[in-house]
C-alpha cells in the first residue's frame, strides 16, 4: 500500500512540474523579435534597470512573474536587451496559450520607480515538459518614461499659483 501511494505521489508531482508552461524572456533573438527598451533620453536601458514579464491565461488577469532579469551592458548595441532567463507562467500548460508584458524600470521595484515602462501585451503559446521554452514573438520595443517626484509636482503648482496672484494684482 505504501508503495502505491508514493508512487501516485512521485506521479502527480511530475504531472504539477510538467503542467506549467515555460518561456524564454529574451527580447532579442534573431528573425523571431526584436523589442529594444529605451530609456527617456533614448538610450538603451542598461546598468541599473530591471526588466520583468507579467502573466497569465490568456485573457485573464496578469501577474508578476520570476525570475526578473537585467539589461546588457557589453556594449551601446547590446543595451536594450535583457538577459536571457527562462520563466515558467504558473496555471498555464505547455502547449496553452498565455498573455504575457514586458516592464521595466530602475529601482527596489515597479511601483516606486521614478523611471518605468512597460509593452503591451501579447498572446504566447508557452513550451514546457517535452517541448522548448516559447519565444516572446510579437514583443514590441517601448521607451520608458521618467515620472517626477511629488516635490517637482508640488513646487510646479505653487509657482503657477504665484503667477496668477501676481496678475490678479
Not at 45 to 59: I, S
Not at 75 to 98: L, W
Not at 138 to 157: D, H, K, N, R, W
Amino acid at each position: 500500500m505504501k508503495k502505491l501511494i508514493i508512487a501516485l505521489a512521485t506521479i502527480m508531482v511530475t504531472s504539477v512540474a510538467y503542467g506549467q508552461g515555460t518561456v524564454q524572456f529574451n527580447n532579442r533573438i534573431t528573425g523571431v523579435v526584436d523589442a529594444r527598451v529605451l530609456a527617456p533620453d533614448g538610450s538603451g536601458a542598461g546598468a541599473g534597470f530591471t526588466a520583468q514579464l507579467l502573466g497569465g491565461p490568456q485573457g485573464g488577469a496578469l501577474a508578476a512573474l520570476t525570475p526578473t532579469t537585467t539589461f546588457r551592458t557589453t556594449s551601446a548595441a547590446a543595451q536594450g536587451y535583457v538577459n536571457a532567463v527562462d520563466v515558467t507562467v504558473p496555471g498555464v500548460a505547455a502547449g496553452q496559450t498565455a498573455t504575457l508584458q514586458l516592464r521595466a524600470y530602475n529601482g527596489a521595484n515597479f511601483a516606486s520607480s521614478l523611471v518605468s515602462g512597460q509593452s503591451g501585451t501579447i498572446n504566447v503559446a508557452l513550451g514546457g515538459g517535452n517541448l522548448p521554452p516559447a519565444a516572446l514573438a510579437g514583443l514590441s520595443g517601448f521607451t520608458m518614461t521618467a515620472i517626477p517626484e511629488p516635490s517637482t509636482i508640488a513646487l510646479g503648482v505653487l509657482g503657477l499659483a504665484a503667477l496668477m496672484v501676481r496678475r490678479r494684482k
